[in-house]
């Protein structure tokens, strides 16, 4: 697919994290951007997934380093 220039494939879809107005879902998901290797994507889509907003991406050592951080932040009580 192409969105403003951009080249992207989703490789995989792992998870739906959330949902928005008008059926755009917040996903992870595995990306291929410009025909490079793919990366773990968070971003909102469109239902047809035509259409993206603003998100991020990581390669597998930042999405380790992430889930680490995360681990005191999410046993600490709310």
Not at 35 to 53: N, S, V
Request: charged letters at 35%.
């Amino acid at each position: 697919m192409e969105d403003k220039g951009i080249r992207f494939e989703i490789k995989q879809q792992l998870a739906v994290l959330g949902e928005g107005g008008r059926g755009w879902k917040t996903e992870l998901n595995l990306v291929s951007w410009n025909d490079r290797e793919p990366k773990l994507d968070i971003r909102a889509w469109d239902p047809g997934h035509l259409r993206m907003g603003k998100g991020v991406t990581l390669t597998r050592d930042e999405a380790a380093k992430l889930v680490e951080a995360l681990g005191p932040f999410l046993r600490e009580p709310s």
